[in-house]
């Protein structure tokens, strides 16, 4: 954590072994992707064709839990301040255009999720995990980035057992958290 996050300053942290750094001021969703980040590192820096090399299940989750933390119920699905750092004054009508593609996708896409998941065809799963990242991430709704960014990473070493079946079902409640989110958003917009 730093305040001091010039290109030269990246530059030295990296030249000391650092592989990433959080600017001053830390927001939550930040410090969460990454924390999410240095946990798929660490998953990806294993040696997944021996198995006793592998880390345990527990280290690929950071917490894998459908009911949100205090702060977490408390804190927005979206972040609505990074939105707003990015678009400016025409976030609220941009928001509301991209809201009509995601909320028409996410249910299809949380739908092939399960069957994928349950037929398990890891290379699909991956794959619908990564568009679901793209797009949450897009959106910045934080928690299902980070969740379907662990989903892909689990697919893509095959590894579609229960704690991807439990990621799964956080998806779909951070959907449903954020469809909620939404609509309250508009209602306090008009």
Known sequence: MTANVMKSDQEEYSKAGTDDFIAKPVYLNDLKSILDQAVTLVVRQSDYNNPLARPPVQ???VEVNPRLTAIEAHTPPVSL???RRQFGPETDDLLRKVN??????????LVQLRENL??????????????????????RVGRMANLSARLEDLAR????GPV???LL????HEFELYKSW?????????
Not at 100 to 109: A, D, H, L
Not at 157 to 160: E, I, P, T, V, Y
Not at 169 to 172: A, I, M, S, T, V
Request: hydrophobic letters at 35%.
């Open 118 to 139: 349950a037929a398990q065809q890891a290379e699909t799963v991956r794959r619908l995990a990564h568009s679901l990242h793209g797009s949450s991430s897009s959106l």
């Open 169 to 172: 079902e956080q998806l779909e």
């Open 100 to 109: 009509q593609i995601f909320e028409s996708q996410t249910p299809e896409q």
């Open 59 to 61: 280290a690929l989750t």
């Open 164 to 166: 991807a079946w439990q």
């Open 81 to 83: 301040a990074d939105l």
């Open 157 to 160: 070493h095959n590894q579609l």
């Open 182 to 190: 939404f609509a309250t958003y508009l209602e306090t917009t008009h």
